[in-house]
């Protein structure tokens, strides 16, 4: 329990040497190791480099846990000599790596009691394995893989290797190089004498036809930087069973001794041939000429790399002898030129991954001096080359026919071109950071003359083609296309004719000005197939929905390290889309379309990610539905955890203040709401009832100034030369009430009206057909006075009170000092029952008050007649 306390500790503080994602947990003493179980009762331990770690105390916890199998790493912790009792308690061992530690003396019983040891490393220690008094009986007869190498402190001029032929079971053994000693070892199968570790040692020089002739039963041989500069043409004819020959990094070795190499080969059942940095780094480039290459074609290599040796050219016709069995070809790091033998690939028609990485590789001059090799002009060493019959110009052309799209070019053959010929079986074309500079512009067709080839992989990245808008055709089942790396600003709306690619590689070019043309930026309509798309670091600003209008089957897009600050492209098209990498952008949200769409497409197939990290996620109300929907969605988030929300104040939140806060950005954003809301309608209403209150208090006014406006600009005008007497119709209008009737008809007009006093009576003079108020604004404007003959059913009446009030306002504003109405009591009428407008004429003016007395009636009429007459 204490130890899986530990490693939660561990993981927090996160230590290199505990990997928490998988199933590792601390173990051993004091807890220093890292553990894992590997099978149902197995455990691999690994204590390399704690160097205060004693081997017994390991062991001992060991014993202690049970395991039935059990991996132990103690490399590299200064152990000193090993004796039995350090190792008691690991009985249960299957592989001990006890590499780095200053061992001189192991005991011999140290391992008589291990069943199951089937691995040993003590590389690299101080042992002396090749003096002649080694002894190897301390070592396990159950032993599979034993690691010797890098033992020497000192070089032995006079080495042996030691015995073990007591070891019935050992099949892989790696140890140093030593010249001039017999290999006896023919139970091995795999042989490691390689110089290219660290404190190792190989120096071979040459090689003959006896120095591996007794590993009969040898399938791998690693000889690898090994100093050899020579090798006789019979030194693998021994090696019947060998599949995989190593003769890399022998930089005094040169293309010249291929031919012997192949032809040993020739009689084996080689499959991987590693021939690659045979030569110094730096010199004049070399030709590959059909004698090198002589035996080659009969020999079973499917693996060929041939990498790092300064070759420029092939000559014409020796790809013809390249076997047919080859798959795999590696040219990388060479300085090919264009050549004859570019027509001939055909040739390779089994070959279907070909890789040709850093071509014309400008090297670090600093590495001439740590070359052992500097001599550019040294003799040719005596291969014991003899004449090869298979260089001859008949079994050239015989071999040629063999494939259709092979070609034999006659020596004197002048001007032949017939287009370029791949493998048949070509499926991969890796030619990446090659230094070709080319413009693939509008008017270039690049067609491969057979149609059915085989091409689905091609990674050209790392070159250089500005302009790539010509082009090329029959490549109809082509995959995957890489060509990031490339300073791209243009491509062609028909360059990318591939209808079978599924992923294209674009990052890292210079598309930005292209895509920001709608007239230009459609170079991927002929993509139906496309289901991945990077274009990552291309400086990005805009992009067009038409962009990936007719990518259906889009399912991932990379647009990361850009500068898109609106995605705003309708995907709706995109019914696959489920990944798309926006992170490192100037994103502020994403469209309510495209977050629908990704939804839409989670329900149909699987779950969709985004990658928003390392943008500006805007974090204010009017980004609520947008926040609201990555909260929902933050496990379909990558890097939620780094997402970083700017405030309209710009401060920053992280996602764990985002994810706390966003309940209360809500009900902030609902309450400025409804304030606002609030603030509005009261001020809607308090503006709506000041005006309608000084409406309303002025609505007398407003509707003599309406009806004399309107009679002003479109009724009848008084002529300016006309007085004022002659300017009004009627001397008095009669306001009364229908109640009144009677006291107008037998009193009123009877005492009133006389052949100079003419009134106006509305039910005898106002005309037919007009509307009442018109009747009755015409009556008071064309009246000299205006008489109101108040009563109680007077100010019931609507109609008596609005021919009050015009005639108020027109005594008003229209008559200047003269008063124009007159207001006739004929009954009581308290001021109570009167409009407040009445009251405050009554106040300000006289009235005349009808009485029956008889010498008061007959006052009031006089009175009455004069106010009538006068001006």
């Given at each position: 329990m204490?130890?899986?306390?530990?490693?939660?500790?561990l993981?927090?503080?996160?230590?290199n040497?505990?990997?928490?994602?998988r199933n590792?947990?601390p173990?051993?003493?004091r807890?220093?190791?890292?553990?894992?179980?590997?099978?149902?009762?197995?455990?691999?331990?690994?204590c390399?480099?704690r160097g205060?770690?004693?081997l017994?105390?390991?062991?001992?916890?060991?014993s202690?846990?049970g395991?039935a199998?059990v991996?132990?790493?103690?490399?590299?912790n200064n152990?000193?000599?090993?004796i039995?009792s350090?190792?008691k308690?690991?009985?249960?061992?299957?592989?001990?790596?006890?590499?780095f530690n200053q061992?001189?003396?192991v005991?011999q019983d140290?391992?008589?009691?291990?069943?199951?040891?089937f691995?040993?490393?003590?590389?690299?220690?101080?042992?002396?394995?090749?003096?002649?008094?080694w002894?190897?009986?301390?070592?396990p007869n159950?032993?599979?893989?034993?690691k010797?190498h890098g033992?020497?402190?000192?070089?032995?001029l006079n080495?042996?290797l030691?015995?073990?032929d007591d070891?019935?079971?050992?099949?892989s053994?790696t140890?140093?190089?030593?010249?001039?000693v017999?290999?006896n070892?023919?139970?091995?199968t795999?042989l490691?004498?390689?110089g290219?570790n660290?404190?190792?040692?190989c120096?071979?020089?040459?090689?003959?036809?006896?120095?591996?002739?007794?590993?009969r039963s040898?399938?791998?041989l690693?000889i690898?930087?090994c100093?050899?500069?020579s090798i006789?043409a019979g030194?693998?004819?021994h090696?019947?069973?060998?599949?995989v020959?190593?003769l890399s990094?022998?930089?005094q070795l040169?293309?010249?001794?291929?031919?012997n190499i192949?032809y040993?080969?020739?009689?084996?059942m080689?499959?991987f041939l590693?021939?690659?940095?045979?030569?110094n780094?730096f010199?004049?480039?070399?030709?590959?000429?059909?004698s090198?290459l002589?035996y080659?074609?009969n020999?079973?290599v499917?693996?060929f790399?041939i990498s790092g040796?300064?070759?420029?050219?092939i000559e014409t016709n020796?790809l013809i002898?390249?076997?047919?069995?080859m798959k795999?070809l590696?040219?990388?790091m060479?300085?090919f030129?264009?050549g004859?033998?570019?027509?001939?690939?055909g040739?390779m028609k089994n070959?279907?991954?070909?890789?040709?990485s850093?071509?014309?590789?400008?090297?670090?001059?600093?590495?001439y001096t740590?070359e052992?090799?500097?001599?550019f002009?040294?003799p040719p060493?005596?291969?014991g080359?003899?004449?090869?019959?298979?260089c001859n110009?008949?079994?050239?052309?015989?071999?040629?026919?063999?494939s259709?799209?092979?070609?034999?070019?006659e020596?004197?053959?002048?001007n032949?071109y017939d287009g370029?010929?791949?493998?048949?079986?070509?499926?991969?074309?890796?030619f990446?950071?090659c230094?070709?500079?080319?413009n693939?512009?509008?008017d270039?067709?690049?067609?491969f003359?057979q149609t059915n080839?085989?091409i689905?992989?091609?990674?050209?990245s790392g070159?250089v083609f500005k302009?790539?808008?010509?082009?090329f055709g029959?490549?109809?089942y082509?995959e995957?296309f890489?060509i990031?790396?490339?300073?791209?600003?243009t491509?062609?709306?028909?360059?990318?004719n591939?209808?079978s690619l599924?992923?294209?590689?674009?990052?890292?070019n210079e598309?930005?000005?292209?895509m920001a043309d709608p007239n230009?930026?459609n170079?991927?309509?002929k993509?139906?197939?496309?289901q991945?798309?990077?274009l990552?670091?291309?400086g990005?600003t805009?992009?067009f929905?038409p962009?990936?209008a007719?990518?259906h089957?889009?399912?991932?897009?990379?647009?990361s390290?850009?500068?898109?600050e609106?995605?705003e492209?309708?995907?709706?098209?995109?019914?696959n889309l489920?990944s798309l990498?926006?992170?490192v952008?100037?994103?502020?949200?994403?469209?309510?379309?495209?977050?629908h769409?990704l939804?839409?497409?989670?329900n149909?197939n699987s779950?969709?990610l985004?990658?928003l990290?390392?943008?500006?996620?805007?974090?204010?109300?009017?980004?609520?539905d947008?926040?609201?929907w990555?909260?929902k969605?933050?496990?379909?988030?990558?890097g939620?955890?780094?997402?970083?929300?700017v405030?309209?104040?710009?401060?920053?939140l992280?996602s764990k203040?985002f994810?706390?806060?966003?309940?209360?950005l809500?009900?902030?954003?609902q309450?400025?709401t409804v304030?606002?809301?609030?603030?509005?309608?009261?001020?809607?209403?308090?503006i709506?009832?000041?005006?309608?209150?000084?409406i309303?208090k002025n609505r007398?006014?407003l509707?003599?100034?309406?009806?004399?406006s309107?009679?002003?600009y479109?009724?009848?005008?008084?002529?300016?030369d006309?007085t004022v007497?002659?300017?009004?119709?009627?001397?008095a209008?009669i306001?009364?009430s229908?109640d009144?009737?009677r006291f107008?008809?037998d009193?009123?007009?009877?005492?009133v009206e006389?052949e100079?006093?003419?009134?106006?009576?509305?039910q005898?003079?106002?005309?037919?057909?007009?509307?009442?108020?018109?009747?009755i604004i015409n009556?008071?404007?064309?009246?000299r006075?205006?008489v109101v003959i108040?009563?109680n059913?007077?100010?019931k009446?609507?109609?008596c009170?609005y021919e009050?009030?015009?005639?108020?306002m027109e005594?008003?504003y229209?008559?200047?000092d003269n008063v124009?109405l007159?207001i006739?009591?004929?009954?009581?009428v308290p001021h109570?029952?009167m409009?407040l407008e009445?009251?405050r004429w009554i106040q300000?003016n006289?009235?005349?008050?009808?009485t029956?007395?008889?010498?008061g009636?007959?006052?009031?009429?006089e009175?009455?007649?004069?106010?009538i007459k006068s001006l």
């Amino acid at each position: 329990m204490c130890y899986r306390i530990v490693f939660v500790i561990l993981c927090v503080i996160n230590i290199n040497l505990i990997d928490c994602k998988r199933n590792v947990f601390p173990c051993g003493p004091r807890y220093a190791c890292a553990c894992e179980n590997n099978t149902d009762n197995g455990m691999a331990m690994d204590c390399e480099g704690r160097g205060d770690l004693r081997l017994s105390e390991i062991c001992f916890d060991i014993s202690s846990k049970g395991f039935a199998s059990v991996v132990l790493r103690a490399g590299r912790n200064n152990l000193g000599n090993v004796i039995a009792s350090d190792l008691k308690g690991c009985e249960n061992l299957t592989e001990l790596y006890l590499n780095f530690n200053q061992i001189s003396i192991v005991e011999q019983d140290t391992f008589q009691d291990f069943h199951q040891l089937f691995k040993l490393d003590i590389s690299r220690n101080l042992l002396p394995v090749y003096s002649g008094n080694w002894n190897s009986y301390f070592l396990p007869n159950t032993l599979k893989t034993l690691k010797v190498h890098g033992c020497q402190h000192i070089v032995f001029l006079n080495a042996s290797l030691p015995d073990f032929d007591d070891q019935k079971n050992l099949s892989s053994l790696t140890m140093d190089g030593y010249p001039n000693v017999l290999f006896n070892f023919s139970k091995i199968t795999q042989l490691s004498l390689s110089g290219l570790n660290f404190q190792t040692y190989c120096n071979l020089s040459r090689i003959d036809n006896k120095t591996f002739s007794h590993l009969r039963s040898l399938k791998v041989l690693n000889i690898s930087a090994c100093g050899i500069d020579s090798i006789t043409a019979g030194a693998f004819e021994h090696l019947h069973g060998l599949e995989v020959l190593d003769l890399s990094y022998n930089r005094q070795l040169g293309m010249k001794a291929f031919a012997n190499i192949t032809y040993g080969l020739q009689f084996s059942m080689i499959g991987f041939l590693n021939v690659s940095f045979v030569l110094n780094t730096f010199g004049i480039g070399i030709e590959v000429t059909v004698s090198d290459l002589c035996y080659f074609w009969n020999t079973t290599v499917e693996h060929f790399d041939i990498s790092g040796n300064r070759i420029e050219v092939i000559e014409t016709n020796a790809l013809i002898l390249i076997p047919h069995s080859m798959k795999t070809l590696r040219i990388d790091m060479n300085k090919f030129t264009f050549g004859p033998y570019l027509l001939q690939l055909g040739c390779m028609k089994n070959v279907h991954t070909a890789v040709g990485s850093y071509l014309n590789y400008a090297f670090n001059p600093i590495i001439y001096t740590a070359e052992h090799v500097k001599d550019f002009h040294r003799p040719p060493i005596d291969m014991g080359q003899n004449s090869c019959f298979y260089c001859n110009k008949s079994f050239l052309k015989e071999r040629a026919k063999s494939s259709e799209e092979c070609l034999y070019f006659e020596p004197d053959f002048h001007n032949v071109y017939d287009g370029p010929r791949l493998p048949v079986k070509l499926e991969n074309v890796i030619f990446n950071d090659c230094n070709f500079f080319y413009n693939f512009i509008l008017d270039i067709q690049f067609n491969f003359e057979q149609t059915n080839n085989s091409i689905r992989f091609i990674d050209i990245s790392g070159n250089v083609f500005k302009s790539l808008t010509g082009y090329f055709g029959h490549l109809p089942y082509v995959e995957i296309f890489n060509i990031s790396r490339c300073s791209i600003k243009t491509i062609g709306p028909d360059t990318l004719n591939f209808t079978s690619l599924k992923v294209l590689r674009l990052s890292h070019n210079e598309l930005g000005s292209q895509m920001a043309d709608p007239n230009r930026s459609n170079i991927f309509d002929k993509l139906q197939s496309l289901q991945d798309l990077d274009l990552s670091f291309n400086g990005i600003t805009v992009l067009f929905s038409p962009t990936f209008a007719m990518l259906h089957s889009l399912i991932r897009v990379d647009l990361s390290n850009n500068n898109i600050e609106r995605f705003e492209i309708g995907i709706n098209m995109l019914s696959n889309l489920l990944s798309l990498n926006l992170s490192v952008n100037s994103i502020h949200t994403l469209s309510i379309s495209v977050q629908h769409q990704l939804e839409s497409n989670e329900n149909i197939n699987s779950t969709f990610l985004v990658d928003l990290q390392n943008n500006s996620l805007t974090y204010d109300c009017n980004n609520q539905d947008f926040l609201h929907w990555l909260l929902k969605h933050k496990d379909n988030m990558f890097g939620f955890d780094n997402y970083k929300f700017v405030t309209s104040d710009n401060n920053v939140l992280n996602s764990k203040k985002f994810c706390e806060d966003i309940g209360n950005l809500a009900s902030r954003c609902q309450s400025y709401t409804v304030v606002i809301a609030i603030c509005c309608i009261a001020m809607a209403t308090f503006i709506s009832l000041v005006t309608g209150g000084v409406i309303y208090k002025n609505r007398w006014k407003l509707r003599y100034f309406m009806y004399m406006s309107k009679k002003r600009y479109f009724g009848y005008r008084r002529l300016p030369d006309y007085t004022v007497i002659e300017n009004y119709k009627y001397d008095a209008f009669i306001s009364y009430s229908e109640d009144n009737i009677r006291f107008i008809r037998d009193e009123f007009i009877p005492r009133v009206e006389t052949e100079h006093v003419l009134l106006c009576i509305h039910q005898r003079d106002f005309l037919a057909g007009n509307a009442i108020s018109d009747n009755i604004i015409n009556a008071i404007d064309s009246s000299r006075k205006t008489v109101v003959i108040l009563s109680n059913s007077f100010l019931k009446s609507k109609w008596c009170m609005y021919e009050f009030n015009m005639a108020r306002m027109e005594s008003i504003y229209s008559r200047s000092d003269n008063v124009s109405l007159v207001i006739v009591m004929i009954e009581q009428v308290p001021h109570s029952a009167m409009p407040l407008e009445m009251v405050r004429w009554i106040q300000d003016n006289n009235y005349i008050e009808y009485t029956t007395d008889q010498e008061g009636n007959t006052l009031f009429w006089e009175k009455l007649h004069n106010v009538i007459k006068s001006l």
